[in-house]
């Protein structure tokens, strides 16, 4: 394996996930990864370029935000990408009125959208407001609609809260998709345009970036199609999934 | 086309589907589909043997008959092949404990089962009961299983009620199939295990029977494969997949 120095060469800015790289979310607002805090803001203080790039679709930016602040990150919210406002401008563009099956959190980033009469569904993150209910009455709109529209804000099969596991918006995504017989629009981390717009937003071009996450498709497999580089630590879902038995993330070993 | 009396010629025994083909579930326990009462009535007259072959997975054998006996059906519990039996000896016979994500309803088709210590997840159509904590459960106990194998009452997109078109079982089994990178092993239609314990239960071969039902996929797809013949009725989902004008059913037209 090359060494750190000459695998990061010509690096000028850094996309950083946030849950399960930065954070584990859970009851009382999560927990900090041991070392990330200090992490973000020596990445600040040097010569990079920072930005945070999310497929957090359970909570609006601002709320995210003041949570992280609150932990002691580096932070502000025109730092952060994220699905939902991506979807508003889609949604703007293309006059679409979505019924939205989203989390209360992340509703007021709909604010601006009219979504009277809805031509298509949005899906995010919603938790608890996967009930069966709610669920049905995205797939009886999509069904009724003669070209059903399914945007589904992000892909992702679970995330890891300090309690454990959790479903994540990924597998209802497929469940609608299966019912209704159709394929979703993903805004959101592994989609490309979502990556191209996190890395306009920071002025630095692909082969110049390197993408931190700990989810092996939506972070590292999405970055790399899009020409980045991309490093996943240990932490978050991969640390469940690969079952380690050492508590160790990659953080105290990148050095920029 | 051929005459009906020719396609069903040698037709010792018929497989009749329930939902949406002799009523729509629903509300006060759903209404008939119009002329299948008197259409039971008239194969339990004829030559002909008759069961039941469905995929209701949301209430027990006994509930349902009462339920279609009260609508004025001619129907015992042991014409019915149902999935919720058939996974109870799958069970058995490979000592495996579920954990059951299934509606209450159905609990009692499993009283016989041990369901300490979990090494399975059983999914039915649970209605309501797919709420997201119950989702997440049933996705955590696959989540810490070595070889997670999950047993799904059926694979059906959506069925029909009286209110509308509802999500049925395929579709949070797909869910879970994506979040676990893992597959289900289908119990009912149309898995060719399900078709043959019906016709057995009835007695008689694959090439003399005829399946009647308002699945194109789970109905009419399944008995063929399985060397049947099969008949699909304009009611029940069909009707509204379709969009048909025109209520009317081939009960009218099938004369045996």
Request: proline share 3%; glycine share 12%.
């Amino acid at each position: 394996m090359a060494a750190w120095g000459e695998r990061l060469a010509g690096v000028r800015g850094v996309l950083l996930d946030i849950s399960g790289v930065l954070y584990d979310s859970g009851e009382g607002g999560g927990v900090p990864i041991a070392g990330s805090v200090e992490a973000v803001a020596r990445l600040k203080r040097s010569r990079l370029k920072v930005r945070f790039c999310t497929n957090e679709s359970q909570k609006s930016r601002g709320h995210l935000v003041g949570l992280l602040r609150h932990l002691g990150y580096d932070i502000s919210e025109g730092e952060v990408t994220a699905p939902a406002p991506a979807a508003c401008l889609i949604l703007r563009e293309r006059g679409l009125r979505p019924h939205l099956l989203v989390h209360d959190g992340v509703r007021s980033e709909f604010a601006q959208v009219d979504t009277s009469n809805p031509n298509c569904v949005v899906i995010a993150d919603a938790g608890e407001s996967f009930s069966y209910q709610n669920m049905n009455k995205a797939f009886q709109v999509l069904m009724e609609l003669e070209n059903p529209v399914l945007i589904s804000l992000g892909r992702g099969r679970y995330y890891k809260e300090t309690s454990g596991l959790m479903l994540d918006v990924g597998a209802y995504t497929k469940a609608l998709e299966y019912a209704c017989g159709i394929k979703a629009e993903v805004v959101g981390k592994p989609s490309p345009e979502f990556f191209k717009s996190a890395l306009q937003q920071m002025g630095v071009e692909a082969h110049q970036a390197v993408m931190i996450g700990d989810d092996i498709v939506g972070d590292v497999g999405g970055a790399q199609r899009c020409g980045m580089r991309a490093l996943q630590v240990r932490t978050g879902k991969f640390r469940i999934v690969a079952n380690l038995i050492e508590m160790r993330s990659y953080w105290s070993r990148v050095s920029l």
